[in-house]
């Protein structure tokens, strides 16, 4: 299987393999988690949710999910108020959330509509006293959950400036015996739905710039194939499988083009081919290794790792192929890039003292370590490009992380028992 993974000083032509049985052989089940927020932003904003006003016989509690998102971006801190109950239409007393250090305060109500739900939600800036607005969601009843993401989202967008993304998803592969099954959920990790259960190994799930499909690698076929999967239908298509393995797949920024890595002429190289199949066009040459290819946010460039120097570095070439010019310089081993949507920070995993992930101002080359643990995988960034979701090993644990760009906050989607693996965050839709 022609991608890289956290090894000990093996070569790496001999390490290749085994690699990807140490991977095949770590997957195990968990579709519920729980949220752990863990960590102090250096500058956060103080805000106070009140209880929403009939969310006691709700199927979900608002409130509380909204808070948990905010919280999770690492831009806001809780400031508990006691007052009398409030909702939307409330008129409240902002002097005391001042006095208690809140700047902001939300407040809400939730009823039944019909066979749904409805979810009002108001913003007040309690330093300038004024109404910053409201929003009302009529949902399905299965929908409220999401209410509560799309609200979150447009509560940090009216404080901060910036898209929210807590609505959007995703997608993360578990193994349950010997069954591998890779699920889509919420950016929290709750509401997780099967896309796809397989006897059969599933990994490097990629989604398409517009969230509908997934692209992944399945071994079903006896060997690595590359299948794209519509996850509104169900449907899936064989889009590579051609002699040797067939893997990474990354997919271009306008969906109609897919990144793969292919070893059918004998090497580990570059190609790119429609996202519905057909003829691959061959990008990168040579004796080293090439994979894990991903497009810049403008479509003009590729990030890949290759061990062209003697050891898997990090590289970007033109997505025409051509010359390609080395990325990272820090540490002798660094894999599995990834690119903020406005293409100014590259992370990635790096060995140092374990395997670690590693941001990138591709502005300046700087370079932070985020994380503390020493087992990090796959990372992928949110679509708005402030927070990223990977895998790593806690407790003797495979599971599922988020952490600010800059580490500050960190969230663990700890399942109850089993491992997580190969986790990737969906566009917003």
Request: aromatic letters at 8%.
């Amino acid at each position: 299987m022609p991608m890289f993974r956290p090894s000990l000083s093996r070569p790496l032509w001999r390490s290749f393999w085994i690699l990807l049985a140490g991977l095949l052989l770590s997957l195990t089940a968990q579709a519920q988690f729980r949220v752990e927020v863990t960590g102090a932003g250096i500058s956060q904003y103080p805000i106070t949710l009140s209880p929403f006003r009939g969310e006691a016989s709700a199927p979900q509690q608002p409130s509380g999910i909204i808070l948990a998102n905010l919280l999770r971006s690492g831009l806001f801190k809780s400031v508990p108020v006691s007052s009398e109950q409030l909702d939307a239409a409330s008129r409240p007393a902002l002097a005391v959330f001042r006095e208690a250090g809140s700047d902001y305060l939300v407040a809400g109500n939730v009823q039944r509509q019909g066979n749904g739900w409805q979810l009002q939600v108001r913003l007040w800036d309690v330093v300038q006293q004024r109404d910053m607005g409201s929003q009302t969601y009529a949902v399905a009843a299965a929908d409220l959950r999401l209410a509560a993401h799309r609200a979150s989202d447009w509560i940090y967008q009216q404080i901060t400036g910036r898209q929210g993304v807590f609505s959007s998803r995703l997608s993360y592969v578990t193994k349950a015996g010997g069954r591998h099954t890779l699920w889509v959920s919420d950016a929290d990790g709750e509401g997780a739905q099967p896309a796809l259960a397989s006897n059969h190994p599933i990994i490097s799930p990629s989604w398409s710039p517009d969230g509908s499909r997934l692209a992944y690698v399945s071994f079903e076929l006896g060997k690595p194939v590359v299948f794209v999967h519509n996850v509104r239908t169900g449907q899936r298509q064989q889009v590579a499988n051609f002699k040797g393995s067939n893997s990474a797949p990354a997919w271009s920024p306008d969906g109609s083009q897919l990144l793969v890595t292919l070893t059918r002429d004998g090497g580990s190289h570059l190609y790119l081919l429609p996202a519905t199949g057909g003829q691959p066009r061959q990008l990168t040459s040579g004796s080293s290794i090439n994979t894990e290819a991903r497009f810049s946010p403008d479509g003009r460039s590729i990030y890949f790792v290759s061990d062209r120097g003697g050891a898997p570095q990090i590289y970007r070439m033109p997505a025409s192929g051509g010359d390609a010019q080395r990325v990272t310089w820090q540490g002798g081993y660094n894999i599995s890039p990834t690119v903020s949507a406005d293409g100014q920070l590259l992370a990635y995993i790096t060995r140092s003292g374990g395997f670690k992930l590693a941001v990138m101002d591709l502005r300046d080359g700087s370079v932070q370590l985020v994380t503390d643990t020493a087992h990090d995988e796959r990372p992928s960034f949110a679509p708005n490009g402030r927070m990223l979701v990977y895998a790593t090993r806690i407790g003797g644990q495979k599971t599922l992380m988020t952490t600010t760009v800059d580490g500050s906050i960190k969230t663990r989607l700890a399942g109850r028992q089993g491992e997580l693996r190969e986790p990737a965050w969906a566009p917003l839709q």
